[in-house]
């Protein structure tokens, strides 16, 4: 090594040291990184001198998609909270471990045979983790029934969520965040109130009445298994709009507080069931009463298992996952990233838990190169606080991903920045809406209390493809402006 070379390396080191931001060169490197990228580099070293990301934790690295090449750190190896980031992960390990085409059952089964009408036995319902149920499916399980002559059931209708252990929450979770869809119970068997699947759920609506009067409260789904608690109140039209509504944590008591100016929308929430299995079994029971389906009088609602003798009456499988990750990864769906979790762990070990489900996720990590002592999470959709990942990691996923046969359907599942249509660009409909960056980002969001990441795929100026990785947390106000203009940066890059 010459002279000048030395005292060149020896300067970016002292960079190193100073800022923590460098560019990594070996004895043989070309200094392209160094040249190429110093206009980027010195951009972005005077955007992460914003005092929001001065009194924040951060951890930020950008390499080109092509060969993998680093041409920014910040404390790339610190380790940060990366709160639904973590996704990443959870995305691209789902797909490899279980394939794009693979499919959830739903089955609807019976120990009795059906008679003059009657179905002497129980009605099983064997739930394999679908989480894109919806009631219209449960009715459609109805209409099957009806034409197999079933008027009346002398049995049980039994819940069977035995595919998956019966531990419900992941660690970490909040109990101010559980009666929220957010953090709905786990169940093999469970149900979503829409299209987005927020499995686990019930759309809790309250809308201004009559002056004076309660609000008006709908259940979407309509079911049995929550118990409104109405305390708003319906008021003259230029008031505020005070509606609450929450679930009082370990029970099923919904309660609606407030006041609903007349004129306006109300308020709507989705409330999470403290037992997702008990919750299909209501709206299965009332899609059979509506086809005029009866049960004996001493017949009960129960959770049980499905004998092996089982025969099956009706059944259905979900999209494949290549389609369900839209949803999933788009909306950052957190129930889809602990179902997918627990999958994982049956599909590979036979074992429906988190356990399994996050050691098959450790395993897909290390099985491309990353260093899984860098990783840590109790979780699969980043609800947890501890979960903890570096930006340098994070970022040598969505590199490595990208040699995987998977790689075009993981990559189209990422919410796009700008646009508004809400399953392309999801979490970033309302960010990024600037040229060029508009259309040009294709990343992962992730925001928890004092926490916000943004990693993904950047097309520069040039028509170059750069991968992105901003973590911050200990937040004392939003870094969200920072990271989109350290995004909006990279793309008018040239």
Same mark, same amino acid.
């Given at each position: 090594?010459?002279?000048?070379?030395?005292?060149?390396?020896?300067?970016?080191?002292?960079?190193?040291?100073?800022?923590?931001?460098?560019?990594?060169?070996?004895?043989?490197?070309? *200094?392209?990184?160094?040249?190429?990228?110093?206009?980027?580099?010195?951009?972005?070293?005077?955007?992460?001198?914003?005092?929001?990301?001065?009194?924040?934790?951060?951890?930020?690295?950008?390499?080109?998609?092509?060969?993998?090449?680093?041409?920014?750190?910040?404390?790339?190896?610190?380790?940060?909270?990366?709160?639904?980031?973590?996704?990443?992960?959870?995305?691209?390990?789902?797909?490899?471990?279980?394939?794009?085409?693979?499919?959830?059952?739903?089955?609807?089964?019976?120990? =009795?045979?059906?008679?003059?009408?009657?179905?002497?036995?129980? #009605?099983?319902?064997?739930?394999?983790?679908?989480?894109?149920? #919806?009631?219209?499916?449960?009715?459609?399980?109805?209409?099957?029934?009806?034409?197999?002559?079933?008027?009346?059931?002398?049995?049980?209708?039994?819940?069977?969520?035995?595919?998956?252990?019966? *531990?419900? #929450?992941?660690?970490?979770?909040?109990?101010?965040?559980?009666?929220?869809?957010?953090?709905?119970?786990?169940?093999?068997?469970?149900?979503?109130?829409?299209?987005?699947?927020?499995? =686990?759920?019930?759309?809790?609506?309250?809308?201004?009445?009559?002056?004076?009067?309660?609000?008006?409260?709908?259940?979407?789904?309509?079911?049995?298994?929550?118990?409104?608690?109405?305390?708003?109140?319906?008021?003259?039209?230029?008031?505020?709009?005070?509606?609450?509504?929450?679930?009082?944590?370990?029970?099923?008591?919904?309660?609606?507080?407030?006041?609903?100016?007349?004129?306006?929308?109300?308020?709507?929430?989705?409330?999470?069931?403290?037992?997702?299995?008990?919750?299909?079994?209501?709206?299965?029971?009332?899609?059979?009463?509506?086809?005029?389906?009866?049960?004996?009088?001493?017949?009960?609602?129960?959770?049980?298992?499905?004998?092996?003798?089982?025969?099956?009456?009706?059944?259905?499988?979900?999209?494949?996952?290549?389609?369900?990750?839209?949803?999933?990864?788009?909306?950052?769906?957190?129930?889809?990233?602990?179902?997918?979790?627990?999958?994982?762990?049956?599909?590979?070990?036979?074992?429906?838990?988190?356990?399994?489900?996050?050691?098959?996720?450790?395993?897909?990590?290390?099985?491309?190169?990353?260093?899984?002592?860098?990783?840590?999470?109790? /979780?699969?959709?980043?609800?947890?606080?501890?979960?903890?990942?570096?930006?340098?990691?994070?970022?040598?996923?969505?590199?490595?991903?990208?040699?995987?046969?998977?790689?075009?359907?993981?990559?189209?599942?990422?919410?796009?920045?700008?646009?508004? /249509?809400?399953?392309?660009?999801?979490?970033?409909?309302?960010?990024?809406?600037?040229?060029?960056?508009?259309?040009?980002?294709?990343?992962?969001?992730?925001?928890?209390?004092?926490?916000?990441?943004?990693?993904?795929?950047?097309?520069?100026?040039?028509?170059?493809?750069?991968?992105?990785?901003?973590?911050?947390?200990?937040?004392?106000?939003?870094?969200?402006?920072?990271?989109?203009?350290?995004?909006?940066?990279?793309?008018?890059?040239?």
């Amino acid at each position: 090594m010459n002279i000048w070379r030395k005292i060149f390396v020896s300067f970016v080191a002292l960079l190193m040291i100073s800022s923590s931001v460098f560019i990594p060169l070996s004895e043989d490197s070309s *200094v392209e990184a160094a040249t190429s990228y110093t206009s980027l580099q010195n951009k972005i070293n005077n955007i992460m001198a914003d005092y929001r990301m001065k009194n924040a934790t951060s951890s930020v690295t950008i390499r080109k998609a092509s060969t993998g090449e680093v041409v920014y750190q910040h404390y790339a190896d610190k380790g940060i909270t990366p709160a639904s980031s973590l996704k990443l992960l959870t995305g691209a390990a789902a797909l490899d471990t279980l394939g794009e085409n693979y499919r959830f059952a739903t089955t609807v089964l019976t120990d =009795g045979k059906v008679k003059n009408g009657t179905l002497n036995g129980n #009605l099983y319902v064997r739930g394999q983790g679908d989480p894109t149920l #919806l009631k219209n499916h449960f009715d459609s399980f109805a209409d099957g029934l009806v034409k197999q002559g079933v008027k009346k059931v002398s049995g049980n209708l039994v819940g069977d969520d035995t595919w998956y252990d019966n *531990v419900r #929450l992941s660690a970490g979770i909040l109990a101010e965040d559980e009666p929220y869809y957010y953090a709905a119970p786990i169940s093999a068997l469970t149900l979503s109130p829409n299209g987005d699947f927020d499995a =686990g759920s019930v759309m809790v609506e309250a809308k201004p009445g009559t002056n004076g009067k309660a609000t008006k409260v709908s259940l979407t789904p309509v079911t049995s298994v929550l118990q409104v608690v109405n305390n708003s109140k319906t008021v003259p039209k230029g008031n505020k709009n005070t509606l609450k509504i929450t679930r009082q944590v370990g029970t099923n008591k919904v309660i609606i507080s407030g006041n609903a100016p007349i004129g306006t929308s109300g308020k709507k929430e989705w409330i999470s069931v403290t037992n997702p299995t008990l919750y299909v079994l209501d709206v299965f029971k009332k899609s059979l009463a509506a086809k005029g389906i009866t049960f004996e009088a001493s017949s009960k609602t129960v959770q049980g298992k499905t004998p092996k003798k089982a025969k099956a009456l009706v059944s259905r499988k979900s999209m494949p996952l290549k389609e369900l990750i839209i949803p999933f990864m788009k909306l950052s769906n957190n129930t889809h990233a602990e179902m997918l979790a627990k999958e994982m762990g049956k599909f590979k070990y036979d074992e429906g838990s988190w356990d399994a489900g996050l050691l098959v996720m450790n395993e897909y990590a290390a099985s491309i190169g990353l260093d899984v002592s860098k990783w840590k999470f109790e /979780d699969a959709s980043g609800m947890s606080y501890s979960n903890k990942v570096t930006s340098s990691q994070l970022s040598d996923l969505l590199y490595k991903v990208r040699s995987e046969p998977w790689y075009n359907t993981y990559k189209n599942s990422l919410p796009i920045g700008g646009d508004a /249509d809400r399953f392309v660009g999801g979490t970033l409909r309302n960010r990024l809406k600037v040229v060029p960056a508009k259309g040009n980002i294709m990343a992962k969001t992730g925001s928890l209390e004092n926490i916000k990441s943004l990693a993904g795929y950047a097309k520069t100026k040039s028509g170059e493809t750069l991968i992105f990785t901003i973590l911050t947390e200990d937040t004392k106000s939003s870094t969200i402006p920072v990271i989109d203009q350290i995004a909006i940066t990279i793309t008018n890059h040239q």
